[in-house]
């Protein structure tokens, strides 16, 4: 299979204007998700909805991954670029297969599970594709140490958001609906640690890879689930007199 330059470019472009709108439509009405989903409308249940949203982003790689025979010519595929494509694999592999099974959450409307599904299926194919068939990496010193750096951001940010996602988890027995504070790891800094991880991880992607599609990806993930952590910082200061002041909701002693 040939690289496909211009549907490359014409899917990142859409990642990142995707993300300005996505943005732009958090600032006006909050997405319907987890402890803001109302009471009726058509929902599935969490497990086997974080299951169908996230599973497209881990099989389109593997079948791109399967049916490529060998390099094509001028693409970095090799040792390298399956590492990177087995990188991003991991994320949703543990998504599909580890979270949604674990996931104590709420059901979640069946338009958002269809509009996640559509994402990652897109988003799977163009970074197969684009690590596969078209992207090129230079034998040098400097490269070496951006793929070593971006490699340990997203090992740390995995690290991060599967902690996080353990404490969350943990805060509630089976069949409880109750919240409570969440502490310990990273949310003694910040109230979307979770968010905070996976913004980490596919920064540290975005630098390993050092490409316009991975750039993309990573914009859109810091403005689909950024403002998720101030609408969760927001929702915990409103629920809890006690709530610890000195938190921010997605950035250490920043924001």
Known sequence: MRC???????????LVSGGVVYLWHQTRRHTQ????????????PARLAWFLQEVPAFLLPLLLLLLTDGPDTGAGTGTGT???LCTFMLHYFHRSF????????????????VCAAIFCSLNGFLQGH????????EHTWPEHARLAAGFLLF??????????????????????????IPRGGMFE?????NFFGEIVEWCGYAVAVWSLPTFAFAFFTVCSIGPRAYQHHRD??????????SRKALIPFIL
Request: net charge positive.
């Open 33 to 44: 998700y987890g402890r803001y989903v109302p009471a009726e409308g058509r929902c599935c």
């Open 98 to 113: 580890i979270y949604a099974l674990l996931t104590r959450g709420r059901p979640v409307p069946l338009v958002i599970i």
């Open 236 to 245: 915990y200061l409103q629920r809890f007199e006690d709530y610890p002041r």
């Open 4 to 14: 496909r330059e211009d549907s490359i470019s014409y899917l990142s472009w859409a």
């Open 130 to 137: 684009h690590l596969l068939h078209c992207a090129q990496f």
């Open 155 to 180: 090992a740390v940010g995995m690290i991060i958001n599967i902690h996080s996602d353990h404490i969350l988890r943990s805060l509630r027995k089976p069949g409880e609906i109750i919240y409570r």
């Open 189 to 193: 800094f910040v109230s979307g640690a």
């Open 82 to 84: 399956t590492l990177l």
